[in-house]
């Protein structure tokens, strides 16, 4: 959103801070659900017909939400990343994964080598 670039060049430096990005995440997670209730589609629609299905069971049990811009030419790369209970997240792997049909991954190519991660 441009609203939240504007407010991190207005911070500056001290948009590190999680003080000076607190508005900016509530209005991400206020908009969100609307958000996702008109672009979200559940790749198995045999199983979760409806966003609001996959919804209540993820809400009921957890999982995972992947998401990508909708483009021909985005590389699909997964991170799996460690997020400690105290908030540290590492990096446990990086790859280019390889697709059988749009979101169904067939296997990863690991480690990834289409996107220089420096």
Do not use: N
């Not at 209730?37 to 790749?43: D, I, K, T």
């Not at 992947?66 to 540290?88: H, M, N, R």
């Amino acid at each position: 959103h441009a609203w939240a670039l504007k407010e991190s060049q207005r911070y500056g430096e001290k948009w590190r801070k999680k003080w000076a990005q607190e508005y900016a995440l509530k209005r991400i997670l206020d908009e969100l659900p609307a958000i996702l209730s008109q672009y979200a589609c559940p790749v198995d629609a045999g199983l979760f017909p409806t966003w609001d299905s996959f919804l209540e069971q993820f809400l009921a049990q957890g999982g995972v939400i992947e998401g990508c811009p909708p483009s021909e030419s985005v590389t699909p790369l997964a991170v799996d990343l460690l997020i400690e209970p105290t908030g540290a997240i590492s990096v446990l792997s990086m790859a280019d994964q390889i697709h059988s049909a749009p979101y169904r991954v067939w296997g990863a190519s690991i480690p990834q080598t289409s996107v220089d991660p420096a």
